[in-house]
C-alpha cells in the first residue's frame, strides 16, 4: 500500500488530501484532538485556512476558527463574509460562556507557544473537537527541564496527528493516514518513496533513512539519549 502513496503536486491537492485524511480522523469519536501541519515556509494560512472551513462546513461540521488575535479573525470576517460569524480571536473564545459555541468544531489556526496557555484553558472547556491548524505549542525554550516534559506528558500528549506535509532538505515527510507516516527522497527526477514509519520519525531517523542506513537501530540509540538527558536536567 505504501508504494502508491504518493506526494501532492500543489497546495490544492495537499487541501484535498487533508481534507480526506481529517474526516476519517473526525469519524473517531473517542479521539476529539487533532493537528494539521502544512509546514511550507512562508505559507499565508488566511485563504487555505477558510477554504478548509468551508469544506468541513459543505461535509456538515458547524465550525468555529479560533484566530490568534483580533486582527487576523477581522482578516478573515472580511474575506469569508459568509464565514464572519463563526471568525472568533482565540482571546474571545476563551472568555466566551456560551455552552452551544464550545460544542462545536474549533479549527484553531497557527496557535504559537506564546499562546499556549490561552489554547490549554479553551481546550479544557471545550467539548467539541479542536484541529490545531499548523499549530507550534511546542516551546524550544522551554528546554527539557520539568516544565518541558510536564507540557509533554500532559497536554501536549492528547494530541493526534490527522494530517502532516514536510518538505525537508533532501525530501519530504507526508502523513495521511492515521500513526503512517511516508518518507520520500528527493531525486533529481523528482520524489522516491522510500519507507513508511508507524510513527513521526524524528530528525535523527530521517537523516539515517535518507542516508540508507538502519533506521530501527538509530532510533533506539536516539531514544536512550534523551532518556539519559532527562534525567540529567
Known sequence: ???????????????????????QALSDRQQRRWTVTWRFEGLRLLNPALRLAQALQAE????????????????????????????LALKDLMLSSDPELKGRLLLAIGPQPSDY?????????????????????????????????????????????????????EGALLQTEQEMWHLFKADPDGYRFLATMPSKPDA????????????????????????IEDLRS
Open 1 to 23: 500500500m505504501s508504494l502508491s502513496v504518493t506526494l501532492p503536486a500543489d497546495l490544492v491537492e495537499a487541501e484535498a488530501m487533508t481534507l480526506a485524511s481529517l474526516k
Open 204 to 227: 535523527e531517523a530521517i537523516a539515517m533513512a535518507l542516508n540508507g542506513e538502519d533506521v530501527s537501530l538509530g532510533r533506539q540509540l536516539g531514544a536512550v539519549d534523551r532518556f
Open 60 to 87: 456538515g461540521h458547524d465550525v468555529v476558527l479560533g484566530w490568534p488575535d483580533a486582527g487576523s479573525a477581522a482578516l478573515a470576517q472580511r474575506d469569508s463574509p459568509e464565514l464572519a460569524s463563526h471568525c
Open 117 to 169: 496557555d490561552l489554547v490549554e484553558q479553551i481546550c479544557n472547556g471545550w467539548e467539541g473537537t479542536v484541529v490545531l491548524l499548523n499549530g507550534k505549542l511546542e516551546d524550544a525554550g522551554v528546554g527539557i527541564g520539568s516544565v518541558a516534559r510536564g507540557r509533554r506528558k500532559g497536554f501536549l500528549s492528547i494530541w493526534r496527528s490527522a494530517f502532516h506535509l514536510e518538505p525537508l532538505a
